[in-house]
């Protein structure tokens, strides 16, 4: 029967061992899929940043070169053309924002979303935390004004007690004027 109390023991240390390794894994595992998540994000943002770059500025060549190009079979109606390319533009630049606003977006969301599997606190969280603080110190002063007058009444006491010794203090000095005086042998 001890053989077999033993075996169990065993089995159930091995299990608690294996139990321990697998949370190990499983919090490493998760650290490294935020931290994945997260270069991905910077990379994207980088990646959006020099495309979007590069793409406005080939829309303002393609624009000038069109321009250019309509001036030439229009001859008069430049202006006609120019508000088009203008306008032309004007939709890239908004199509180019809006491509980089929704970047931005679904950066901050993945951001947030890693934030949130790692257990960090909000905007939100932070501020309902400071308002419960502050009513709470509000709740304090106003209770901590109420025993008020005892103290008053402590500190009276105190500098009663200070000129009863006053007498003392003043001939302390004395004492040592007359130690210093005496002349020295």
Do not use: C, Y
Not at 13 to 28: F, I, N, W
Not at 51 to 70: A, C, D, I, R, S
């Amino acid at each position: 029967m001890a053989k077999f109390k033993k075996t169990t023991a065993k089995k159930t240390t091995a299990k608690a061992d294996d139990a321990q390794a697998h949370a190990e894994r499983m919090s490493k595992s998760l650290s490294e899929s935020a931290q994945q998540i997260w270069l991905a994000g910077v990379g994207a943002f980088s990646r959006a940043q020099a495309e979007g770059t590069k793409l406005f500025e080939g829309l303002v060549k393609e624009g000038m070169g069109l321009e250019q190009t309509m001036r030439k079979f229009a001859g008069g109606r430049a202006e006609v053309v120019r508000d088009v390319v203008e306008n032309r533009v004007g939709q890239a630049r908004e199509r180019a924002t809006d491509t980089w606003d929704k970047l931005e977006k679904v950066f901050e969301d993945r951001v947030q979303r890693a934030l949130v599997k790692l257990g960090v606190p909000s905007r939100e969280d932070l501020n309902d935390l400071s308002s419960r603080v502050e009513a709470l110190t509000a709740e304090l002063r106003r209770q901590g004004s109420k025993p008020a007058a005892a103290p008053r009444k402590a500190a009276k006491v105190a500098k009663a007690a200070k000129v009863a010794k006053a007498p003392k203090a003043a001939k302390a000095p004395a004492k040592r004027a007359r130690k210093n005086a005496a002349p020295k042998e």
